[in-house]
Structures are given as C-alpha cells and as structure tokens.
C-alpha cells in the first residue's frame, strides 16, 4: 500500500497563495489516481480536486475551480496542489490519497484507499 506524507501548509491573508506537495513511498506514484480532500472545523471532509495516475483527466469542486491546480511529478513521486486566490472558507485540514488506477478521476473519499496525516491550511480574512 502506499504511503502518502503531506507538506506545505501553513497561515496565509486572504488572496495568498500556497503550494501543498503529497510525497508518495512503498509503491511508485505512477501506480495510483491521486485526490485531494479538506476537513473545516465542524464540517464534512469533502473533495478538493483528482487527478489520474498519468495525468490525462482531472476534476476540481466547484468552489476551488479557477484558483487550485493539481499536478504530478511521478518521477519525484509526488502530487501538488497550487492554491491561489485563497479565501477565508479554504481554510481546513488537506489531504491526499490514492487509489488504484481506474483512468477515471473519482470525487468519492471511500474510494480511495490510502491517506496522508494531513496538513493544516489557515487563511485569514
């Protein structure tokens, strides 16, 4: 099973950017689909953006479409998640997770079968 450790996190002002990595061990990232999740205090955790294990399809929620981009170095074997324009409502836990690869993203969390610790993302207003 793969491994995932997340990084990147950290307190941001309103309109910042982050970039957040998911370094991937035990099993080569070109073997896996790839999503990223977030958790807001008090709140579901829900579906940030997917990518396939080769790159060629992703998906984004609706509320980080325009500002995220997700990406895939598999020969460094990580993920990266390029957060612009933050806002205060981004502000959650992220995490990355892995799946068998299916050519399909998947925004589903109980189809992914790996998970990182989780990095904390605080925007301020």
């Known amino acids: 099973q793969v491994q995932l450790v997340e990084s990147g996190g950290g307190l941001v002002q309103a309109g910042g950017s982050l970039r957040l990595s998911c370094a991937a061990s035990?099993?080569?990232?070109?073997?896996?689909?790839m999503g990223w999740f977030r958790r807001a205090p008090g709140k579901e955790r829900e579906f940030v953006a997917a990518i396939t294990w080769n790159g060629v399809s992703i998906n984004y929620a609706d509320s980080v479409k325009g500002r995220f981009t997700v990406s895939r170095d598999n020969a460094k074997n990580t993920v990266f998640l390029q957060m612009n324009s933050l806002k205060p409502e981004d502000t959650a836990v992220y995490y990355c997770?892995?799946?068998?690869?299916?050519?399909?993203?998947?925004?589903?969390?109980?189809?992914?079968?790996?998970w990182g610790q989780g990095t904390q993302v605080t925007v301020s207003a």
């Open positions: 035990r099993r080569p990232l070109n073997s896996v689909d």
């Open positions: 997770a892995a799946r068998p690869p299916t050519g399909v993203v998947k925004i589903t969390s109980t189809m992914y079968t790996s």
